[in-house]
């Protein structure tokens, strides 16, 4: 009975070409506006290390001044001081921890030919390949021991090793980070977090760094650091220094269960109160423990502009959705006469309901089929903007489906109303008009 | 024109008739909001933050290596620009505008650290950066030679001399001193002693004036001079060559210390472009969403009406056959249209006025101006009498024999 109804649909499509044509416009327009936002949405508010991001912490602790400005219990500083972040590094109370910071120096390759330019950096204690799961192409991260000891080494990415070395394993190779050389120990192997959450203040779909070096050894190199730099007080003649009141750091720790995450939410508070009773910390205590997820909804990572344009192409949906119901309906009332017959022919009324709602159906799925071509072409006018997330926004296969499912279902809550009006045609009336 | 045989037969159809009105009310709802954050984009875009942008040039340079005497070596930068013909000023700045780095500092009325600071934007920039960017001094006096110091003595190593002047926007001129005179007053920004105020400036923006929108211009310019690793080389030059001299500068400042990368050689103007590309892609977004919508319900309206004339093919005959005229005809649906448009334009602005109650609680964007509501009205009247113009002269065209037939 479906498949006759699906002749039947067809039929009717082709007799009336022009109407159809416009209610497939009218879904896949729709459909395609929605899902290219639903899929810039998804994108940007997606999960960037889903198997683990429960167990990723960013810590908080409020180290900054009490004064006029200052709310008590309202955000936290965004990030840890040298002082707290060493300390709670030497401390080593969570599962796997991690202080840094990004950066940038300049590099000049090892066979001096090509002029020195400058590379993004991220300067990091040794926790950080592992806690993160950064894949390696060559080699490894540094240990422990080379945190200590301000190792001379780095770990570079997988486009500079093409760049500078043509992809080659590079390991034992010397680069030259500012007047400083260091030696590689590995590289890695395409890995571009998106959001970067570890470090939003750089952008939160800004690019991954391009050498990676041991926290100690970039400061004691004195590599210049970027992003966010908030003082206080006193700052004194290096604000990098230890003492230093400045909150520039970003400290992560991984807690592999919620008691872990608790014990040591205690333990920071604990840490808090000490600093306060000694007096370095003014401000009541309040720290903070979030996961990923929490941490990038608290910080707000999806742009305003993203969620006002997905609130949007629902509304524009909307509107498809009604204009649909309103031509299906004009088409199905026009079919009276038709269902007249069927009618007296002894069809159900559950019968004709089932063929309208095909006819809807179908009706979407080759808007869903047109929509997921114009979701492409929205994607790749995105992909050629400038924003920086441009690059970011593919058709995954779970939104594909999305839009088809997407396409049917609006098409299918389009034909209720016209499918239960049908429904409603009295054959004996139907007949004597014919 | 009798309204009740429009009535009575819109009560026949009043499935139809309910989604026309709803889908008129929704793309009203919908247009009105959009025209009106298009229209706030817009603004945003052409902010004139009051500096000659379109003479301006932007070249950052890095150090390779460690960078030694940077004062020293700034002072000759400059020396040997202001030798090329065609710069009318050029200077070193720690922040431009447009530009991703800003600095703040705290300004505060007392040295107590428990005193309430307000955040202002805080420019240094070597000799010359009131003229080079044509900022007006409402009061007071640009700083003078004996005030400027190196940025270095500051960053570089122990507590350095005391800065001793400053000069402030209006803006924080009135928020510091209400009601009086800010020049020769004292406000603490760096250190325990305090800065004098030696000039009001008109308007000053910060780096990034739309995340300012709302604190008008809350900056201040510090007599530090910053040395080319900590700041940006500013130039101004006429605006007809600025390809040229933007060459000609980079050429001149490589040679002088091969230790050095340009990171960045650009027009002030670009990077305007750029800072607003978010806001320009949004504005073209939302207008492409408005003429889709209302080219949708165009196409719905001209649907439905088509439609209806067909199936009132007999009505209409019987009319013609008595006597009514084709322009009777036309009138008929024009008028149908203009009800269904009446009322769907009522649904929409409670239903504007509603969406902006929402975005304004959400999203922080200021309540929709009334003017919108007639103008949105007005297009949708129009846009439903074009849309149904043509069903309805096809209408009007039937002869009333063979409508009499039809059917």
Redesign the interface.
């Known amino acids: 009975m479906i498949r006759y109804y699906f002749e039947l649909a067809l039929r009717n499509f082709r007799r009336s070409p022009g109407l159809t044509a416009l209610m497939l416009l009218t879904i896949a327009i729709g459909v395609g506006a929605c899902m290219t936002t639903l899929t810039i949405f998804h994108v940007l508010s997606r999960d960037p290390i889903p198997h683990k991001s429960s167990q990723l912490y960013n810590v908080q602790l409020d180290a900054g001044r009490a004064n006029g400005g200052f709310t008590p219990g309202g955000e936290p500083m965004l990030q840890l001081t040298r002082f707290d972040a060493e300390a709670l590094l030497r401390e080593a109370r969570a599962d796997r921890q991690v202080v840094m910071t990004g950066g940038g120096t300049s590099l000049t390759p090892g066979d001096g030919k090509e002029r020195p330019f400058i590379a993004r950096g991220r300067w990091a204690s040794s926790d950080f390949f592992a806690m993160f799961d950064v894949p390696f192409l060559y080699g490894n991260g540094w240990s422990k021991a080379d945190d200590a000891n301000e190792a001379r080494v780095v770990v570079i990415s997988k486009a500079l090793n093409e760049r500078l070395f043509g992809g080659t394993d590079s390991r034992g190779k010397i680069i030259r980070l500012r007047d400083k050389d260091l030696s590689i120990i590995g590289v890695l192997n395409d890995w571009r977090p998106a959001p970067h959450y570890f470090d939003l203040t750089l952008g939160a779909y800004g690019d991954t760094a391009e050498v990676f070096a041991p926290f100690s050894t970039a400061l004691s190199l004195k590599f210049s650091t970027w992003g966010n730099f908030n003082c206080w007080g006193n700052v004194g003649n290096d604000p990098r220094g230890v003492n230093a009141p400045c909150s520039w750091l970003q400290y992560w720790a991984q807690l592999d269960t919620p008691a872990k995450a608790e014990a040591y939410k205690d333990y920071l508070k604990q840490y808090s109160d000490k600093q306060r009773a000694a007096n370095r910390f003014e401000r009541p205590t309040n720290v903070r423990l979030r996961p990923v997820m929490e941490w990038m909804s608290v910080q707000q990572v999806v742009p305003a502009d993203v969620s006002l344009q997905l609130w949007l192409a629902f509304g524009f949906l909307a509107v498809c959705l009604v204009n649909t119901v309103g031509l299906l309906l004009a088409k199905c009332l026009r079919r009276s006469g038709e269902i007249g017959v069927r009618r007296a022919l002894g069809a159900p009324r559950r019968q004709i309901f089932l063929q309208f709602l095909v006819e809807a159906g179908s009706l979407g799925l080759v808007g869903g089929l047109l929509g997921l071509v114009l979701t492409g072409l929205g994607l790749w006018a995105v992909r050629q903007g400038s924003s920086d997330y441009a690059k970011l926004v593919t058709l995954d296969l779970p939104m594909l489906a999305t839009t088809l499912v997407l396409a049917i279902v609006a098409s299918l809550l389009a034909g209720l109303l016209p499918a239960w009006r049908a429904t409603l045609v009295t054959p004996a009336l139907q007949l004597k008009t014919q | 024109m009798d309204l009740m045989p429009i009535l009575s037969t819109l009560r026949r159809h009043k ?2 008739a309910l ?2 009105v ?2 008129i009310a ?2 009203c ?2 247009v009105c909001n ?1 025209l009106h ?1 298009i229209s706030r984009r817009i603004t945003t875009l052409n902010t004139d933050i009051g500096i000659p942008e379109s003479e301006l040039l932007v070249v950052d340079l ?5 960078v030694e005497n940077a004062d020293a070596a700034t002072q000759r930068d400059l020396a040997a620009l202001r030798a090329l013909p065609g710069i009318k000023a050029a200077l070193v700045i720690n922040q431009v505008p447009y530009h991703d780095n800003n600095n703040y500092s ?1 300004v ?1 009325l007392s040295n107590d ?5 307000i ?1 202002t934007s805080q420019y240094e920039a070597t000799e010359g950066m009131i003229k080079a960017l044509d900022l007006k001094l409402v009061e007071g006096r640009d700083f003078e030679p004996q005030e400027m110091l190196n940025d270095s003595q ?6 350095g001399p005391a800065i001793p002047a400053i000069i402030i926007t209006r803006t924080l001129a009135e928020r510091l001193f209400p009601g009086q005179s800010a020049v020769g007053k004292q406000v603490y920004v760096y ?1 325990d002693k305090p800065q004098t105020v030696v000039g009001v400036l008109e308007r000053l923006s910060p780096p990034s004036p739309s995340r300012h929108a709302g604190d008008g211009n809350l900056a201040m310019i510090l007599p530090l001079r910053p040395a080319w690793n900590t700041g940006n080389y500013l130039l101004r030059v006429e605006p007809g060559q600025r390809d040229a001299m933007l060459k000609k500068i980079v050429a001149t400042l490589e040679p002088l210390d091969s230790n050095r ?1 340009v ?1 960045t050689q650009r027009h002030l103007s670009d990077m305007r472009n ?1 800072y607003y ?2 806001d320009r ?2 504005a073209w ?2 207008g492409g ?1 408005c003429l ?2 209302l080219v ?2 165009a ?2 309206i001209i ?2 009406a088509s ?2 004339v ?2 009132r093919t007999r009505m209409i005959g019987t009319r013609r056959a008595l006597g009514a005229t084709r322009h009777q005809i036309l009138r008929y649906f024009q008028a149908e249209n203009f009800l269904l448009s009446s009322a769907g334009i009522v649904l929409g602005i409670g239903g504007a006025l509603g969406l902006s109650a929402v975005l304004m609680r959400n ?1 922080e964007i200021a309540a929709l101006p009334w003017s919108y509501l007639p103008a949105g009205a007005l297009m949708l009247y129009l846009l439903g009498q074009l849309a149904v113009l043509a069903p309805a002269r096809r209408a009007a065209a039937l002869p009333p024999v063979a409508a009499l037939r039809g ?1």
């Open positions: 499935t139809a989604l026309i709803f889908e929704l793309t709802t919908i959009a954050l890095r150090g390779a290596n460690k705290g505060s650290e428990k005193a309430p600071r955040d500051f960053t570089g190593g122990g507590e250190g990368v990171t750029d590309r978010q892609m949004m977004l939302l969403v889709a919508l949708i319900t196409l719905g649907g439905l439609f209806w067909q199936q999203a059917q």
